[in-house]
């Protein structure tokens, strides 16, 4: 079956641009995370939508990152007046519940603030 | 929140050998601890995962084992191949909660 789709897989934009990053999680799965990943680095936890809960946005690094999750399933990430610093991988990963599911990334959004 | 650390960040062995990788976490609360595998320009993959009411799981060449006391988990890749390299993440969690990534090792296996 599909998996965990991003689009775009590149985004270029200029430095004090908004972007927006989409993700289409698995089918059914009510988990949906967003991690960003910087060149060689880990993956940071930006933020967690499960259900209908409010979402965990202990990640996000600045007012500047928001993220949604409309009807329980596409998610946009949105960054407002991009800075250099925010040139990173953004994955998107789903899971089937909150008990320990495993996570399913998709291939992620590389962005590049020039 | 959860800190996961990672070691080694670079790992180097030949084909054939085994490659340990570590991680210890903080949070004793934790009791969910997956691997994924990432090669380039693809996310993070399954692997393997553990809960924590098992000390040891194997899965083929592959094989986790945990020490709840010591809060740490370690990854052993048995008859490496090549394309065993790639990327390697720990993590950890807390059910319900976000799951905290290990940095990384990048294993590289020689022919």
């Known amino acids: 079956g599909a998996g965990v789709s991003q689009s775009p897989s590149n985004k270029v934009t200029e430095k004090g641009k908004d972007v927006e990053l989409r993700c289409d999680p698995i089918?059914?799965?009510?988990?949906l995370y967003w991690y960003r990943q910087s060149l060689g680095q880990g993956l940071e936890f930006l933020i967690y939508?499960?259900?209908?809960?409010?979402?965990?946005k202990s990640g996000l690094p600045s007012d500047r990152f928001s993220a949604e999750r409309t009807g329980g399933s596409v998610s946009t990430l949105t960054i407002q007046r991009t800075q250099q610093e925010d040139s990173a991988v953004y994955l998107c990963?789903?899971?089937?519940?909150?008990?320990?599911?495993?996570?399913?990334f998709g291939n992620g959004t590389r962005l590049t603030v020039t | 929140g959860e800190n996961v650390e990672q070691h080694p960040s670079t790992l180097s062995v030949q084909e054939g050998d085994s490659a340990v990788i570590k991680c210890t976490y903080s949070?004793?609360?934790?009791?969910?601890f997956p691997w994924y595998k990432q090669e380039l320009g693809k996310g993070p993959q399954l692997i393997i995962d553990?809960?924590?009411?098992?000390g040891e799981k194997k899965d083929q060449r592959i094989a986790v084992t945990l020490n709840k006391t010591a809060k740490h988990f370690s990854l052993h890749i048995t008859e490496t191949q090549p394309e065993d390299s790639a990327v390697y993440f720990c993590?950890?969690?807390?059910?319900?909660?976000?799951?905290?990534f290990g940095k990384g090792t990048s294993l590289l296996v020689t022919p």
């Open positions: 990963a789903s899971s089937l519940d909150r008990s320990s599911s495993p996570l399913h």
């Open positions: 949070d004793s609360a934790s009791n969910y």
């Open positions: 089918s059914g799965h009510t988990a």
């Open positions: 993590a950890a969690q807390f059910s319900g909660y976000a799951l905290n």
């Open positions: 553990i809960r924590s009411n098992v």
């Open positions: 939508f499960q259900g209908n809960s409010a979402p965990d």
